[in-house]
């Protein structure tokens, strides 16, 4: 399946909208005719194994690689991201699984690191950490997020907490879309539950959100629209009215492949011990 998805009638306009991307490397086809659109407000979730295009669809949005095929368009302007600096000009904003944070740093300079404000003139020239304690701190309060200490270092913080304060970043930093990496995928069932409150937060803010999983029950929980790519390719793109968590799960699964494999393992299932064959 590689249409291009469309959208209800009153809908706003996509702010990033992928057409029939491909990507290869050398010989081989890491992803061929995803078509997927980012909406204000939205989150679209892409989901798919080990080995689906998951990463190459990210690094495609990240501007970390370019596409090969097919189109890809940031407010109906067709472009090819030479870096993820650009990505970052044009309000893509992408939270990596492995957050780039410097563990001993607190939070506050983990939240302004690489765009830190200065204070002052020439040699007295200094970083204004009291400007970055409070926006720090005013910034999560926005998205809801009360930390006790924003000087105590980020690596004290659990998994949730510290993809939460990525997120706030991101939408402190004026991204428009936000590209999550399996943010729950480290994570137990109490702290996945913070990260997608606050991914709820963001798409509540007015963002476009791209959450990248294969977990379909946290997908489900917050996803507006499904898209499903197995072996670099469309398997499905479903509105949430359209599949249930089940169907959901079933064909992120396999669908039709496992029930051959049911029949197939049943078929070739060897006798029970004590019974003789007949």
């Known amino acids: 399946m590689n249409e291009s998805p469309t959208a209800p009638a009153g809908s706003p306009a996509a702010l990033v909208e992928l057409e029939g991307v491909g990507k290869r490397y050398g010989n081989v086809t890491a992803l061929e005719g995803v078509s997927l659109a980012v909406r204000p407000g939205e989150i679209t979730c892409v989901l798919g194994d080990n080995g689906a295009g998951k990463s190459t669809l990210i690094k495609i949005i990240s501007g970390l690689h370019r596409h090969d095929a097919g189109a890809f368009r940031i407010d109906g302007e067709e472009v090819r991201l030479t870096s993820p600096r650009e990505a970052l000009d044009r309000g893509i904003a992408t939270v990596y699984q492995d957050l780039a944070v410097v563990p001993l740093m607190p939070v506050w300079r983990n939240f302004f690191l690489g765009s830190e404000p200065v204070t002052g003139r020439g040699p007295l020239r200094r970083l204004d950490a009291a400007a970055m304690r409070r926006t720090t701190r005013e910034a999560l309060l926005r998205m809801g997020i009360d930390l006790r200490d924003v000087d105590q270092p980020i690596g004290t913080l659990s998994g949730g907490e510290r993809q939460s304060v990525a997120i706030a970043r991101a ?108």
């Open 171 to 278: 939408v402190h930093f004026g991204a428009r879309v936000v590209v999550l990496d399996e943010p729950t995928a480290a994570l137990g069932v109490k702290q996945a539950g913070v990260v997608l409150r606050y991914v709820a937060a963001a798409r509540d803010e007015g963002l476009g959100v791209v959450l990248v999983t294969h977990n379909p029950h946290h997908a489900h929980l917050v996803g507006d629209r499904f898209v499903l790519l197995k072996r670099g390719s469309m398997a499905g793109s479903h509105a949430r009215e359209e599949i249930g968590l089940d169907e959901l799960t079933r064909q992120m699964a396999g669908g039709s492949e496992l029930d051959e494999l049911g029949h197939e393992l049943a078929r070739t299932r060897p006798s029970e011990p004590g019974r003789r064959a007949s």
